[in-house]
């Protein structure tokens, strides 16, 4: 990888690890369904004027847009709201690597190696120190709800594979398109029209720098450029960045929102973090230890 890219595959990481810090300043002036709408409404923009729709039947969209945009963001902000600390939410978000890895040999009949379900076992066991010895800072409920968030990320993982290549910009884009609406009943429904109305007439800087950040920067710019590094190389050289979004998100999270882990959670977010080595590296390991004949 070229010097260029691989400081933009930095800056992506950067991007997105913050991401959690900003999501957690966005929610305390407004509620997190709202906060979802006025997200995608502005990621959705470029669609309209700049941005060429995909080749993809609408039931794709709607499908990727349900999934990763809705069903990930709605879980997210959710558990983010009600107790779960900006960088454990970092953290736990990464079971989506192994929940697509299950979802992918129900659904599209992927092989499960040995190696995948070692990870696997490694990283649950992590979720499970970080869920019984959490802390005081993080709820049972803000925990369980990161794992739904995982569980629509991984969903939306198996939709991106079954429409195979496709430009992810302009998915991403144009499958903004669909969480606005729902987003937007939930608010009605669950805060209720005063609060929505409270929320967006006294709207701060901080919140407006939140919802821009949570669509240009984190969605839009995170997004195309990992979409140009992953046209540009294999995405086995690609996928291993991610492994640093976590550590971003709970480095940025100590330092400016103050969070500090537990005995217990760093142990178990030690343990995720290793599983997901294992996930990715694993294989490659064992072809260099075992000769091939």
């Known amino acids: 990888m070229s010097p260029k890219d691989l400081l933009l595959a930095l800056v992506v990481v950067v991007a997105w690890g913050i991401n959690f810090v900003v999501i957690k300043v966005g929610l305390h002036g407004v509620p997190p369904m709202l906060l979802g709408a006025l997200r995608f409404l502005l990621a959705a923009f470029p669609a309209v004027f700049f941005v060429k729709r995909p080749q993809l039947p609408w039931r794709w969209l709607f499908a990727y847009g349900a999934t990763i945009s809705f069903g990930q963001f709605a879980f997210l902000f959710s558990a983010m709201y009600v107790g779960m600390p900006a960088g454990l939410a970092s953290l736990v978000l990464q079971a989506q690597a192994f929940f697509t890895l299950i979802f992918a040999m129900f659904f599209l009949h992927e092989r499960f190696r040995a190696q995948n379900a070692l990870g696997l076992l490694i990283a649950a066991g992590g979720l499970a120190v970080i869920a019984l010895q959490g802390g005081h800072e993080m709820t049972a409920a803000g925990f369980a709800l990161t794992l739904c968030a995982a569980v629509s990320w991984a969903l939306g993982n198996i939709v991106t594979k079954k429409v195979g290549k496709v430009n992810l910009v302009g998915l991403v884009v144009w499958a903004s398109l669909i969480p606005p609406l729902p987003f937007l009943a939930l608010s009605y429904a669950l805060e209720g029209p005063q609060r929505i109305a409270a929320a967006l007439a006294g709207i701060g800087a901080m919140s407006i720098f939140a919802v821009v950040y949570l669509a240009f920067i ?54 995720v973090m290793f599983g997901l080595v294992v996930n990715v590296f694993g294989g490659w390991v064992v072809q260099r230890l075992v000769p091939t004949r």
């Open 218 to 271: 984190a969605t839009l710019l995170g997004y195309g450029l990992w979409s140009r590094l992953l046209s540009r190389y294999p995405a086995s050289q690609v996928a291993p960045f991610s492994l640093l979004v976590p550590i971003v998100g709970l480095a940025s999270a100590a330092v400016l929102l103050d969070e500090h882990l537990t005995g217990a959670q760093i142990v178990g977010a030690a343990l």
